[in-house]
């Protein structure tokens, strides 16, 4: 006999779901697994909502089964640990990101890149190892091994700091890997969203020099006198892509709309590196002639893995690092993905979980 979600696990729990492509968000009621020997059990007090999120509970990429409980930036209060459990004790301030388990047996998670095992298992919308479907943290608690928590400094602010989950490490791990994140590069970062001004913001802390490189001008002034960039390059304008071509170590590119990338790889001197980590749902042009004659790349980044994610959130707390958002109450979700959809946030949605949440129960 098939469990309900209710039914499957022993640990009542809450949230809100989708349960089907229209992507309608409304109160759920499921069950999480009890804590084991290696798990931290942690309350729900904020989750922010990322653009994945929303193409989730559309299903625009057609692997998502429904019931489904988005969030892959949730933030809390530790409630209970297992027996083995090392580095957590219950009170303290933790998170997960996109990932909850793996392998832990192949090379990508023997060097920590748990996000690139094959047997990867996400957040929400995945199934664990157990058989069940995972659900995300539009959710009153979660459970996960220690593995994938996230610790919390105390210097840093749980809404602010729930967004870096997610925004934060799929920018911060390019950086790194690719050589970055040294003082005198110059980075353009492509869009000013909710990937985008926290690029800006770790850009600058690495000591690089930032052009926010965007198709809006309306967004120089942020840019510039907000988040810190040096230059701002208006992408449609012909006279000012002309004059920065070869002037760029590296540009991070967070647009997830199908657009043209052969302006962009003008903009790199040789050796130059174009990292995209925007998912747009169609394949992109790439002209080949320009890489050969300036020996430059093009690459893809996902998030990091597990011991990066610690070490970015700590660097974040040290240079006081957030992401802008905009705090909303669980029952606007559904307004909130509207305006998502219509990139009308600076910059990003934070559910108070916390506080709000438990008025919606039916």
């Given amino acids: 006999m098939v ?10 729990a809450f949230g809100w779901a989708a349960r089907d492509t229209t992507g309608h968000l409304s109160p759920f009621n499921f069950s999480r697994r009890a804590t084991g020997d290696e798990d931290v059990r942690f309350k729900v007090l904020y989750c922010g909502i990322c653009h994945t999120d929303l193409s989730s509970i559309k299903n625009e990429w057609g692997i998502c089964t429904y019931p489904i409980v988005p969030g892959h930036e949730l933030v809390g209060e530790v409630t209970e640990v297992g027996s083995k459990v090392k580095k957590t004790k219950v009170g303290d301030r933790v998170g ?24 990867m298992v996400l957040t929400y919308s995945s199934i664990y190892h157990d058989g069940t479907v995972t659900y995300g943290g539009y959710s ?21 700091g729930a967004p870096l989950l997610c925004a934060g490490i799929t920018m911060y791990s390019p950086l790194k890997y690719f050589g970055l994140a040294e003082p005198g590069k110059h980075i353009g970062i492509v869009g000013l969203g909710g990937l985008g001004h926290v690029g800006v913001k770790f850009a600058k802390a690495f000591g690089a020099k930032v052009t926010v490189i965007s198709t809006s001008p309306s967004k120089k002034e942020e840019a510039l006198k907000q988040f810190g960039a040096d230059s701002f390059l208006v992408s449609r304008d012909q006279d000012q892509m002309q004059a920065a071509m070869g002037t760029f170590d590296g540009i991070i590119d967070t647009v997830s709309a199908v657009h043209a990338i052969s302006p962009l790889i003008d903009l790199l001197k040789s050796h130059g590196k174009l990292i995209m980590v925007g998912a747009p749902d169609k394949p992109l042009e790439l002209p080949v002639y320009p890489l050969l004659m300036g020996r430059k790349l093009v690459a893809g980044s ?3 893995g597990m011991k990066e994610t610690q070490e970015m959130i700590d660097f974040a707390a040290k240079h006081n690092i957030t992401a802008e958002i905009e705090v909303i109450s669980m029952d ?17 949605f934070v559910i108070d979980v916390g506080n709000t949440l438990a008025a919606t129960k039916p």
């Fill in 3 to 12: 469990k309900t979600p209710e039914q499957e696990h022993p640990v009542e």
């Fill in 96 to 119: 997960v990101g996109g990932v909850i388990g793996a392998c832990h047996d192949c090379d990508n998670c023997n060097n920590d890149l748990e996000i690139y095992c094959p047997k």
């Fill in 140 to 160: 009153d608690t979660m459970v996960a091994n220690e593995r994938y928590i996230v610790h919390f400094p105390d210097s840093m602010p749980l809404d602010g």
């Fill in 302 to 304: 996902a998030v990091g």
């Fill in 332 to 348: 606007y979700v559904n307004t909130a993905m509207k305006r998502l959809a219509k990139n009308d946030v600076r910059y990003r």
